[in-house]
């Protein structure tokens, strides 16, 4: 069982910076691959990013390329996602997964644990 704990959304203005943190507990985190997904309203939850899980493995939704940097400190059993450039768009409650796999995916059906969602919300 992993548990994950999303910290770091706010309300910032477009063109800002935001970090996202995912602190897991329980077994086995350095062996799951992590991803990133959000939901905005009347929205379906979408992919937003992923990471293997010894951090070489990198996968972005084309909507956050270049924005968006996804990463993991295993001695701290954390991922990250940096985003910078935010524009309303991005808007959305972002949730990390953990997925019983070493490589990442892009399928949310694939990730068997999610945190509860940090709200990120980006002003015009």
């Known amino acids: 069982q992993v548990q994950l704990v999303e910290s770091g959304g706010g309300l910032v203005q477009a063109g800002g910076s935001l970090r996202l943190s995912c602190a897991a507990s329980?077994?086995?985190?350095?062996?799951?691959?992590m991803g990133w997904f959000r939901q905005a309203p009347g929205k379906e939850r979408e992919f937003v990013a992923a990471?293997?899980?010894?951090?070489?493995?990198?996968y972005y939704a084309d909507s956050v390329k270049g924005r968006f940097t996804i990463s993991r400190d295993n001695t701290k059993n954390t991922a990250y996602l940096q985003m910078n450039s935010l524009k309303p768009g991005d808007t959305a409650v972002y949730y990390c997964?953990?997925?019983?796999?070493?490589?990442?995916?892009?399928?949310?059906?694939?990730?068997?644990?999610w945190g509860q969602g940090t709200p990120v919300t980006v002003s015009s």
């Open positions: 990471i293997s899980w010894s951090g070489g493995i990198t």
């Open positions: 329980g077994r086995t985190f350095g062996r799951n691959a």
């Open positions: 997964a953990a997925a019983p796999r070493s490589i990442p995916t892009l399928s949310p059906r694939q990730y068997d644990y």
